[in-house]
């Protein structure tokens, strides 16, 4: 079966950095997407990976490997607005998006 | 640019009655549209992808009968959910790509929250 798995939820500090990790297991691979969704508003892209590496975009990066299933979204210089669901999708062979659980990230001051 | 509307953004309807939601691409042609629900806390789950002019494909466990999509235009697609029950509250939203198939990034419209009384 296809399988994406992140964390539920992660607590940090305004202005540290937070790593956000997603493993998954899918039938075929064609790229992997984070997405940012406040509370009772639909999902925004943040970032799109397909080859191994790390892509910045401003105060968001995202890394992926493909030999190990696995990506990660990091976050600097946290601000209260990032508090949110982040949630992990892979595109598998049939370009269907697989959508882990999301994880709720919560900021503290 | 991709901007996706939902309407409308919430509504409230009796049991038994079907509500219809339109998901519009409002500066792009949208080959291929999707519908997602989310109850509360929970992850996004995909009920159906859409290609404009041909029939919706359903996922597993999503009746047809009840859940009518219709992508009719290249910018307009809609969701009636027939004979609302209250199991059926959630947040429905939709989302949009420029191509078919592809490594494209999905434009979500804003959802729409049904509560079914």
């Known amino acids: 079966g296809q399988n994406i798995d992140q964390p539920t939820e992660m607590t940090a500090t305004e202005g540290a950095i937070v790593q956000i990790n997603c493993t998954y297991q899918?039938?075929?691979?064609?790229?992997l997407f984070w997405y940012q969704q406040h509370a009772g508003e639909a999902p925004t892209f943040l970032s799109y990976?397909?080859l191994d590496g790390l892509e910045e975009k401003g105060r968001f990066s995202s890394f992926l490997s493909r030999s190990k299933g696995y990506s990660y979204l990091l976050l600097k210089e946290l601000q209260m607005k990032d508090s949110a669901s982040y949630l992990c999708?892979?595109?598998?062979?049939?370009?269907?998006?697989?959508w882990g659980a999301g994880t709720k990230l919560i900021i503290k001051p | 640019g991709a901007v996706v509307s939902q309407h409308p953004s919430w509504v409230i309807c009796k049991s038994g009655t079907s509500v219809k939601i339109e998901c519009r691409s409002l500066d792009f042609q949208a080959t291929t549209m999707f519908w997602y629900r989310q109850f509360p806390k929970q992850s996004l789950m995909l009920m159906a992808t859409?290609?404009?002019?041909?029939?919706?494909?359903?996922e597993q466990g999503v009746e047809k009968d009840k859940f009518l999509i219709n992508h009719a235009s290249l910018t307009l697609s809609t969701l009636t959910v027939t004979s609302a029950h209250p199991e059926d509250s959630s947040f429905y939203i939709c989302s949009a790509t420029e191509d078919a198939g592809g490594p494209h990034e999905q434009y979500f419209g804003p959802g729409t929250r049904l509560t079914v009384t």
């Open positions: 899918t039938s075929g691979f064609n790229g």
């Open positions: 990976n397909v």
């Open positions: 859409s290609n404009e002019g041909s029939k919706a494909t359903y």
């Open positions: 999708a892979v595109l598998d062979s049939n370009y269907q998006l697989i």
